[in-house]
Structures are given as structure tokens and as C-alpha cells.
Antibody, heavy 115, light 111 residues
Framework: EVQVVESGGGLVKPGGSLRLSCAASGFTFTNAWMNWVRQAPGKGLEWVGR??????????DYAAPVKGRFTISRDESKNTLYLEMNSLKTEDTAVYYC??????WGQGTLVTVSS | DVVMTQSPLSLPVTLGQPASISCRSSQSLVHSDGNTYLNWIQQRPGQSPRRLIY???NRESGVPDRFSGSGSGTDFTLKISRVEAEDVGVYYC????????FGPGTKVDIK
């Protein structure tokens, strides 16, 4: 059974940092191009960024609003994806989803940026 | 950047009747590998997104055959042949040819 489980969300002040994790199982994580997608309260889906699989270079790409502040990484030994978020802004408040190829999705983790 | 637009943004439907959602991209979604990475994503109220259709017209495992996708290049359509109560939610087109971009979503509810 495929499982994608995000964790690490919470309340953080503007300018703060947070690291999200996404634990994957039930599919070959090393083959997956992994993405982060977010959804602000009452809004639509927004792509955050992706990381390719290692054999494709393991490179990352980011959406303009988060470039330079967010970093995506992966640990193949733990089948886990990460999202390091720095210099957080109130507009980063959202549910953050991890997805493999847009096929498998987690339940999301809520990040609230507020003073 | 690729911009995705959808119409309509709100779609009240009668149970058992058909429904159709249009999606347009600002540039061709044909990848250099020959594939067109246009997906349709369903998000039911309070649930995570779920991919229904990939590469324009391929249904994911377990997706009812009342859902169908069509189109090419920059113009795409999702059709529901007979709407059921469980189809209520927001439908997004999403391109995966040039990174990822989502459309604004179409809210489907029952009249």
C-alpha cells in the first residue's frame, strides 16, 4: 500500500524557519520525481518546487515566490523528502502537500506564519 | 512561465447530467519527448488532491469511466458523462511539461 505522510508543520513567526518532512512507502522512492505543492486557506493549488531522482541528477527547481528561501532535499536511505523553509512570510501560510509524480499525494501538513 | 486557465470556474450540475470543463495553456504542452503532460486533479471537500487523468486522456486506476479527458496542444477538456454526488469538489487542470502549473480550479456542485 502506498503511503505518503507529511509532518513538521506548525505555527512560526514571520522571518522564522521550519523544516517539513515527507515519508514515502509502497513505491520506489528512488525512481520518483518528488514535488511540494501548497494550498493557502480557501485557495487553489500552487506548485512549490521539485527534486528529480538521483539518476537524473537530483536537481531542484522552485516556483518564483519561494526561490532563494526554500530548499528541497531527499534522503534515499530513509525514503524521505524534505522542505527547508527560511525567511517565512505570512503569505506562506498554507497546507503543504508532498506528491510523487502527481500520482501519490499525502494528507498535507499545515504551516501558519503569524506573529 | 506557463499559465493555465479554466472555464467555467463554477459549475452547478444536475445529478445524472453531463458536465464539461475546459482548460487552456499559454503555450504548447507537447514535451520534447513527444508526450503531453496534461493532468486533471480532483479535490473533494476536506480531502487531499487526487489525480484522475494523466497525459490528456489516461484514467488512473480506480477512476470511474464516466470521467474522460481529451484535447491537444493548448486546449483540453474534462468530461463527466453522468454526474454523481461523489463528484462534488474542485477540479484542476495541471501541466507537467514545463515544471508544474495548476489552473485556478473549477468548483462542481449539485444544483
Amino acid at each position: 500500500e502506498v503511503q505518503v505522510v507529511e509532518s513538521g508543520g506548525g505555527l512560526v513567526k514571520p522571518g522564522g524557519s521550519l523544516r517539513l518532512s515527507c515519508a514515502a512507502s509502497g513505491f520506489t522512492f528512488t525512481n520518483a520525481w518528488m514535488n511540494w505543492v501548497r494550498q493557502a486557506p480557501g485557495k487553489g493549488l500552487e506548485w512549490v518546487g521539485r527534486i528529480k531522482r538521483k539518476i537524473d541528477g537530483g536537481t531542484t527547481d522552485y516556483a518564483a515566490p519561494v526561490k532563494g528561501r526554500f530548499t528541497i532535499s531527499r534522503d534515499e536511505s530513509k525514503n524521505t523528502l524534505y522542505l527547508e523553509m527560511n525567511s517565512l512570510k505570512t503569505e506562506d501560510t498554507a497546507v503543504y502537500y508532498c506528491t510523487a509524480w502527481a500520482t501519490y499525494w499525502g494528507q498535507g501538513t499545515l504551516v501558519t506564519v503569524s506573529s | 512561465d506557463v499559465v493555465m486557465t479554466q472555464s467555467p470556474l463554477s459549475l452547478p450540475v444536475t445529478l445524472g447530467q453531463p458536465a464539461s470543463i475546459s482548460c487552456r495553456s499559454s503555450q504548447s504542452l507537447v514535451h520534447s519527448d513527444g508526450n503531453t503532460y496534461l493532468n486533471w486533479i480532483q479535490q473533494r471537500p476536506g480531502q487531499s488532491p487526487r489525480r484522475l487523468i494523466y497525459k490528456i486522456s489516461n484514467r488512473e486506476s480506480g477512476v470511474p469511466d464516466r470521467f474522460s479527458g481529451s484535447g491537444s496542444g493548448t486546449d483540453f477538456t474534462l468530461k463527466i458523462s453522468r454526474v454523481e454526488a461523489e463528484d462534488v469538489g474542485v477540479y484542476y487542470c495541471m501541466q507537467g511539461t514545463h515544471l508544474f502549473t495548476f489552473g485556478p480550479g473549477t468548483k462542481v456542485d449539485i444544483k
